[in-house]
């Protein structure tokens, strides 16, 4: 294992990184996870982890054995702010990809609309 204070893999520590890869890995929990925070039923780092440590304890598979083969010590360096802060922003991103993908059609329209004016305007001169 990794000295707990070293960044990994973009997380800040090895702990930060398995939870998020483990939750994101299970389809089910990474749409979840999601919907909380889309939703505000999940609004903090502090809020993510009772969330997860909920859901370890009461599935019996997979990465939810991480809370019982982890020490409490281990559990704790989760940096779950870390973890909200990231799906936080990937709902920013996407919501900023709509409005400009919204604009762009918006855009579009108006320029057909344009277009269409302005070849009546010819059609109504020959």
């Known amino acids: 294992m990794t000295n707990e204070n070293e960044s990994y893999n973009g ?3 090895y702990q930060t990184w398995k939870v ?8 089910s929990t990474y749409n979840e996870s999601r919907d909380l925070i889309r939703y505000n039923r999940v609004k903090n780092g502090d809020d993510l982890k ?3 440590c909920e859901i370890a304890q009461t599935q019996e598979q997979g990465f939810y054995r991480l809370c019982d083969s982890w020490s409490e010590s ?3 360096e989760v940096d779950f702010d870390e973890i909200y802060n990231n799906y936080a922003q990937e709902f ?6 709509a409005d400009n993908e919204a604009d762009i059609k918006n855009q579009l329209e108006n320029e057909m609309e344009n277009q269409k004016e302005k070849m009546g305007l010819k059609g109504g001169e020959d």
Do not use: G
């Open 11 to 13: 997380w800040a520590n």
């Open 20 to 27: 998020a890869l483990n939750i994101d890995n299970e389809e």
């Open 50 to 52: 009772a969330w997860f």
């Open 74 to 76: 281990e559990l704790n």
């Open 92 to 97: 920013e991103e996407e919501e900023n990809e």
